[in-house]
């Protein structure tokens, strides 16, 4: 299971890794090779920035197109572009921002802004909204706030997501489940028994490293993953929640860990070893190119029938502090937020358009992303959504260790209380600092 934008390769027209704004493995293909040095200007005023995201080549293809129609509108702004696999986007970054060499504007999530912002790599773009270059009205559902830390605003979102319980829907019907909002976490657990028992198959692919999904379950109970500058969970917290997990797959309701890691890359959804699994609800289009069955969205399990803990997430645009067209950056950010056209070109790649005005300019003709703008849209109608808790800087450290953890613990190579242990002392040292 992925989380965020930590994700592996898939191939497919529409993937995933696109949709999450993770990437597949495939680095620099369609995009335009940038040298060393920040943004430039010639003698004709013309200014050159670099603009750096994770993707894959159709992600590029569709940037390149919105990349024209911004340079037609501002012909004397250049954009040059770089992107790469995820892990590789992140790793090429850091040098780069070590080295006092970033984009001048690049693809960012909420676990790396307090990161990048305690290096000092992120600029505060409040001062542009005040100058007319970036505008902040229109987005929904609050999204606005998402890139604020301490009163700054260092990301821009492009995109949203939610958790969602993506299922097989024929396996379900066959089990005589239906999951509707605020049903609870014993209906969810009676609906694992009853797939296996009724349809012969896992209830659900697991849940030991969906870090989101525990956030979820967190916060529905007080606490949450990450609070503004740690974790907001104990070592018994964790230890209740991977035991369930473990004994999950024993009598399974979940699915086996070790077929799971076989059939990689393709789920474990997908591959018919279980009935559901927990993911971000703009990564169902994965599911319909893998499998052959087909798939809804379902809402999360609640602990008091009615908080889910849920919160929309994005990827967002971030600039840099060392970029010497900061007016140019705003205005390139503002374009690609605000214009219709872009979101016409762009679909639901980064997530559902972050802005009601792009919005409403993609109205998606495929059932997939139908369900998906449904799904969101039927979770304001809940009133459900919530603010989401800034990460704290080393948050991405965290996320990778839960998963990695807990891949190790499902596959027998850790106990539970090992692999708690083991986790929150790994987190400890990347919160530090």
């Known amino acids: 299971m992925q989380q965020g934008g930590n994700a592996e390769g898939w191939t497919g027209r529409r993937t995933i890794l696109k949709a999450a704004g993770a990437s597949l493995a495939v680095a620099g293909l369609g995009a335009t090779a940038t040298a060393c040095g920040g943004g430039t200007g010639s003698e004709d005023g013309t200014v050159t920035i670099r603009y750096s995201w994770w993707g894959a080549e159709d992600r590029a293809e569709r940037i390149n197109e919105t990349i024209a129609l911004f340079e037609e509108k501002y012909p004397k702004i250049k954009v040059k572009t770089d992107f790469q696999p995820y892990l590789d986007f992140w790793k090429k970054f850091n040098t780069q921002a070590s080295g006092g060499n970033p984009p001048d504007v690049f693809q960012n999530a909420i676990g790396f802004l307090r990161k990048y912002d305690a290096k000092n790599v992120l600029l505060d773009l409040g001062e542009q909204v005040g100058a007319g270059s970036l505008s902040m009205d229109g987005f929904r559902a609050g999204l606005e706030k998402l890139g604020e830390i301490d009163g700054r605003l260092l990301g821009v979102p492009?995109?949203?997501?939610?958790?969602?319980?993506?299922?097989?829907?024929?396996?379900?019907?066959?089990?005589?489940?239906?999951?509707?909002?605020?049903?609870?976490?014993?209906?969810?657990?009676?609906?694992?028994?009853?797939?296996?028992?009724?349809?012969?198959?896992?209830?659900?692919?697991?849940?030991?490293?969906?870090?989101?999904?525990?956030?979820?379950?967190l916060r529905q109970n007080g606490k949450a993953f990450f609070t503004e500058d740690g974790l907001g969970f104990t070592e018994a917290d964790l230890t209740g929640w991977w035991t369930k997990a473990e004994k999950g797959v024993r009598t399974g309701l979940y699915a086996d860990a070790k077929k799971v890691v076989q059939v990689k890359p393709k789920s474990a959804l997908s591959a018919e070893l279980a009935g559901s699994e927990f993911t971000w609800d703009n990564f169902t289009v994965r599911y319909t190119s893998e499998g052959r069955s087909e798939y809804g969205l379902a809402p999360v399990p609640t602990t008091d029938g009615k908080r889910t803990g849920q919160y929309l997430g994005s990827l967002m645009l971030s600039a840099s502090k060392r970029t010497e067209h900061p007016e140019e950056v705003a205005r390139f950010i503002d374009f690609m937020v605000h214009d219709p056209e872009v979101a016409k070109i762009m679909g639901y790649d980064r997530g559902v358009p972050a802005t009601q005005a792009q919005y409403d300019a993609y109205r998606p003709a495929d059932p997939v992303?139908?369900?998906?703008?449904?799904?969101?849209?039927?979770?304001?109608?809940?009133?459900?959504?919530?603010?989401?808790?800034?990460?704290?800087?080393?948050?991405?450290?965290?996320?990778?260790?839960?998963?990695?953890?807990?891949?190790?613990?499902?596959?027998?190579?850790?106990?539970?209380?090992?692999?708690?242990?083991?986790?929150?002392?790994?987190?400890?040292?990347?919160?530090?600092?």
């Open 158 to 217: 492009v995109g949203s997501n939610s958790m969602a319980l993506v299922i097989d829907k024929p396996v379900y019907a066959k089990a005589g489940v239906k999951p509707e909002q605020g049903w609870t976490w014993d209906d969810f657990d009676e609906a694992m028994t009853k797939i296996r028992d009724r349809a012969g198959r896992a209830g659900d692919s697991g849940m030991y490293g969906v870090m989101y999904l525990y956030d979820l379950y």
């Open 369 to 433: 992303d139908q369900a998906i703008a449904a799904y969101e849209e039927s979770l304001v109608e809940a009133g459900v959504l919530e603010t989401i808790t800034p990460h704290p800087n080393g948050a991405d450290v965290c996320e990778a260790a839960f998963l990695r953890i807990a891949e190790e613990m499902a596959l027998g190579e850790r106990s539970v209380d090992d692999a708690v242990k083991q986790f929150f002392t790994e987190s400890k040292t990347a919160l530090a600092g």
